[in-house]
């Protein structure tokens, strides 16, 4: 049965004015937790309201690929083509098996105590040619399940529409390339508001756009598989998603603000750029283009002037589309800054050499790994939890100080399953140590920390290669057992101890 309509997390403040309760100083009990400081930099002070949560995406973790009127997505496709990029042709038809073993997820929810869990919904399960015209009542069914057992929990749920699975029948019609897909994008999202907004408060309208934009339609290496295009692919692509966005946000804010009261806002990734050579302004310009061409390509037309920054302007000149004056604005279409990081780069600027236009010649710059920074699994993962807390200070400076969601962050492992994972235990107190760091010394406005991921998936071009899970999930094993690391305790008791303060300062407070 459906649950009636619960007071979000916002209350009754206009999303668009919400701000998480800064910490100002000790002495404010009323709006922080006191936390005893230890050797332990996990265990900081974090806002009362803090949300404590863990990722997943549709297609990573859901299989039931063509179950019960599910329509092929873009990930389908390209995972059964014959010349699949994907490690060992791994495929998420199967998976977690999560459309099945959605229960297990939230045993595994409840297990490591999560406040909020980041799920994203497949638009070929809802719709499976894409458009309004024929919705398939079993992906409904299945997603108010979800949501349904969440809010029974007690979890509060962040929905993102989109996370690079689009309906393979959008794909036939030109699919991110294509100026109708926005207004598609835009019908889909509303059609998600009326089904489900009465139990989402938080809502993601496209994941990581940069990555759907450059490897999907100039290096080739996910889905859709475009490779090349002169450099006009990928921007045209990043372009169309953003007017997609802004069309939802303002569609929400006409149509469902004032009744769901929710917030919107788009994922956005980045890694945290700094020059090779501090010295030198040639690097110094080329680490702020670094930034600007990713973070920036997304966030200046959201947070700073509603089009894309100056030095992407200079640089791809012609091939960088344009903002229409007739269609809605993108410009304040984000009610939050939703980040996934997941590294650093020392950044060195290099010269251009002519031949055919692409994203990294328009660039010139080049990001290196410093050899300080451990790798972990894969080969551009380098581990740096302390450039987290840079990239959270630039975001406050540059992006006017925006209430800001970590929606994804994590690290890897490769080669024989560790379930013992140390390293990364150790990873996850470091990281939360450094976004405290940047609540409580830098000032910034941090909303939650998603760990990537709730279980081990289909991670896109590494297949089942890397493991990201906070849970292990055995694939050889048809009930897709699901155990959790020494990392899912680790993680889990930050989020007790932490949630176990707020308690008492509750019961402090009220008594």
């Known amino acids: ?71 092929e997505s873009i990930w389908d496709a390209f995972c059964h083509r014959d010349d699949s990029s994907v490690f060992e042709r791994h495929t998420g038809d199967v998976s977690c098996n999560s459309y099945q073993l959605w229960e297990e997820d939230l045993r595994c929810i409840e297990e490591l105590g999560l406040t909020h869990y980041r799920l994203s919904l497949s638009w070929s399960r809802l719709l499976p040619d894409g458009t309004t015209g024929h919705v398939n009542q079993q992906g409904v069914r299945y997603y108010n399940q979800l949501l349904d057992g969440l809010l029974a ?99 929400y804010d006409a149509g469902y603000r004032r009744e769901q009261g929710g917030l919107v806002s788009m994922a956005i990734n980045s890694d945290w750029a700094e020059p090779e050579d501090a010295d030198s302004a040639e690097d110094a310009a080329a680490a702020a283009r670094y930034l600007a061409f990713s973070l920036g390509w997304f966030a200046w037309p959201l947070f700073v002037s509603g089009d894309y920054p100056e030095v992407m302007r200079a640089a791809v000149d012609a091939r960088l589309p344009r903002f229409s004056g007739d269609q809605p604005a993108a410009l304040g279409t984000a009610d939050f800054f939703a980040l996934n990081y997941y590294t650093a780069r020392k950044v060195r ?4 050499d002519g031949g055919a236009p692409s994203m990294k010649t328009d660039l010139g710059a080049e990001g290196v790994v410093d050899p300080a920074w451990p790798l972990c699994g894969l080969p551009w993962l ?40 140390g390293e990364r235990a150790a990873f996850y107190r470091e990281t939360v140590g450094e976004v405290a760091k940047a609540i409580e010394e830098d000032g910034v406005d941090v909303c939650g920390y998603f760990a ?7 991670e896109w071009a590494d297949g089942y290669s890397a ?9 050889s094993d048809d009930e897709r057992a699901r155990t959790m690391y020494r990392s899912g305790r680790e ?20 008594s």
């Not at 840079?390 to 080669?415: C, D, M, R, S, W």
């Not at 993680?491 to 009220?510: D, F, G, N, P, V």
């Open 153 to 251: 929990r007690g979890v509060t749920p962040m929905v993102t529409l989109y996370h690079f699975d689009l309906p393979q029948a959008l794909q036939d019609r030109g699919g991110w390339q294509s100026p109708d897909t926005p207004a598609l994008f835009d019908a889909y999202a509303r059609f998600c508001f009326g089904a489900f907004g009465d139990r989402v408060r938080l809502w993601i309208t496209l994941n990581e756009p940069y990555v759907c934009a450059k490897l999907g339609h100039e290096d080739g290496l996910h889905a859709p598989g475009v490779r090349g295009a002169g450099g006009v692919a990928a921007y045209r692509a990043g372009h169309h998603m953003l007017r997609a966005h802004a069309l939802a946000w303002h569609s």
């Open 382 to 421: 380098a581990v740096a939890p302390q450039g987290l807390r840079q990239l959270l200070k630039y975001i406050k400076a540059t992006f006017n100080h925006p209430a800001v969601y970590i929606t994804e962050n994590g690290f890897a492992q490769t080669g024989p399953v560790l379930m013992e994972d």
């Open 452 to 458: 990537w991921s709730l279980l081990d998936n289909f």
């Open 491 to 510: 993680y889990a008791a930050i989020i007790s101890k932490h949630r176990s303060r707020s308690r008492a300062h509750r019961e402090l407070t009220s």
């Open 1 to 71: 049965m459906r649950k009636g309509k619960r007071r979000g997390p916002i209350g009754s403040v206009h999303p668009v004015k919400l701000r998480c309760r800064r910490i100002r100083t000790v002495l404010q009990e009323d709006i922080i937790i006191s936390i005893d400081h230890s050797d332990d930099p996990s265990m900081n002070m974090f806002p009362e309201d803090f949300a404590w949560g863990a990722s997943t995406a549709a297609y990573q973790i859901e299989g039931g690929w063509d179950a019960d009127g599910k329509g």
């Open 349 to 352: 600027s290099v010269g251009v």
């Open 467 to 475: 493991r990201f899970g906070l849970f292990h999930v055995d694939f």
